[in-house]
């Protein structure tokens, strides 16, 4: 994962996190990462059986899980053995990414300078912050504001009154008006008294000939980043919640909702005003049909309608009358 988005304090050990825990001396943490995607100086999490096969095969060094967890992971892994795995990330979060659990508007924006966009196209009013890459002939509509560090491809066209932070877009991408996109997801800790806001260090990865109609939404990556596979289009009002993987070639209609960390195969259509829940796995050549409600997986070349969702035979038999 690439952090250059956010601020990230240096030499933090694993001591100064986990006071309490006996570990080697002045082990410094690098990153907190996935349990897939953890490499052997990150902090990782598990928190649900559903991810064991990664975290079997986890390299990450030190890893905060339950006691009833904590058997599935490789022997040299440090356990980190709480109660609520989420509370405890979110704390490791907020001292390692001290300003990553708020998004403060960026200071470093400017109208963009010809010398420096030789070969784009820009409306009235756009600014665009520091060490910002957009390819050539690109178009950039009004009054659109593309955040530091974000990187647009060549051939692109980013419609009026967009915003974009946190984010990484491949070439010959749309992206229609009033679209806002890598801005912090709905994440918290809802405690006595208190909701802990969750930090979001993920990024939003969208692919080369992704097409986004008007007024989309799309989340930025939490610990993961979200991902929209290439040639798949959006259609208007469509929201993504962080760190929800899509694949390509996928056609998603209006006012679809996807809950945080679904992943969605190669090949699906989706109809409109459906929703997604979180943490679910959807084949590839899916089909769901307009207003379902998905609260489980999909295997690969399924139909399905409904809420709940069910096979389309099975819908179709339930509601014959």
Do not use: W
């Amino acid at each position: 994962m690439n952090s250059n988005f956010f601020f990230k304090k240096k030499n933090i050990t694993f001591n100064q996190i986990f006071p309490n825990i006996k570990f080697e001396k002045n082990f410094v943490i690098n990153n907190v990462k996935p349990l897939q995607n953890a490499n052997k100086n990150d902090i990782t999490f598990f928190d649900s059986i559903k991810y064991k096969s990664f975290a079997i095969n986890t390299k990450s060094t030190a890893c905060i899980t339950t006691e009833k967890l904590e058997k599935f992971l490789p022997k040299k892994v440090k356990r980190v053995i709480v109660k609520n795995v989420l509370f405890e990330l979110s704390k490791v979060l907020k001292k390692i990414y001290p300003f990553a659990d708020l998004d403060y508007p960026d200071q470093t924006l400017k109208k963009p300078t010809k010398k420096r966009y030789k070969l784009v196209k820009f409306g009235n009013n756009v600014l665009i912050g520091k060490n910002v890459k957009i390819g050539k002939n690109t178009l950039i509509g009004s009054n659109t504001i593309i955040e530091h560090n974000v990187s647009v491809g060549k051939d692109c066209i980013i419609g009026s009154g967009v915003i974009v932070k946190n984010t990484i877009i491949g070439d010959r991408v749309i992206i229609q008006d009033g679209c806002k996109i890598g801005q912090k997801g709905f994440g918290f800790i809802p405690v006595r008294d208190k909701n802990i806001k969750f930090s979001h260090i993920g990024r939003v990865i969208i692919d080369a000939n992704v097409e986004m109609a008007s007024n989309c939404t799309i989340d930025r990556g939490s610990v993961d980043d979200t991902v929209i596979g290439k040639n798949t289009y959006l259609d208007n009002q469509v929201h993504i919640a962080h760190n929800v993987k899509i694949g390509a070639n996928c056609m998603i209609a209006g006012q679809v909702g996807f809950a945080g960390s679904s992943r969605i195969g190669n090949n699906v259509s989706i109809g409109g005003q459906a929703g997604i829940s979180g943490h679910l796995s959807i084949g590839n050549n899916v089909k769901i049909g307009g207003g379902s409600g998905v609260v489980k997986d999909i295997d690969d070349n399924q139909i399905v309608m409904g809420y709940p969702a069910v096979p389309l035979k099975e819908f179709l038999k339930n509601n014959k009358n």
